[in-house]
């Protein structure tokens, strides 16, 4: 049982390690268009092109990461709190005794 929650929790690390860093390039690059789109690059400074580039990218990653943040601990306390309460699965149980009435004898009517 352990060993499946071990697999459990290692496949949602790896999953949300990948969605975060998903998350880190897109909002990086979503950064840059919005630059490029209403800044005016060939006027600007490049330290004042890499300090917006910087501001932006930082504001918009606290916002798209903030759901997946929350996401991730809610599916997190999910996964702990069925661990903590597993399901009992039980079987039919089997003898090889038979009761007083029977007989390994076919019953002659």
């Known amino acids: 049982c352990h060993h499946e929650f071990?697999?459990?929790v290692c496949s949602f690390i790896t999953m949300s390690g990948a969605a975060l860093a998903v998350?880190?390039?897109?909002?990086f690059f979503l950064a840059l268009y919005l630059l490029q789109r209403y800044g005016d690059l060939q006027k600007?400074?490049?330290m004042v092109l890499l300090g917006?580039?910087?501001s932006w990218y930082l504001c918009f990653l606290i916002v798209f990461i903030l759901p997946l943040d929350v996401s991730?601990?809610?599916y997190?306390?999910?996964v702990l709190g069925n661990?903590?309460?597993p399901i009992r699965v039980t079987r039919a149980r089997r003898t090889n005794q038979t009761d007083g009435n029977s007989s390994v004898?076919?019953?002659v009517r």
């Open 6 to 8: 071990l697999t459990s």
């Open 23 to 27: 998350v880190v390039i897109v909002v």
């Open 44 to 46: 600007q400074q490049r």
């Open 52 to 54: 917006t580039l910087l």
């Open 72 to 74: 991730t601990t809610i």
């Open 76 to 78: 997190k306390q999910c």
């Open 83 to 85: 661990a903590d309460h």
């Open 105 to 107: 004898y076919p019953t």
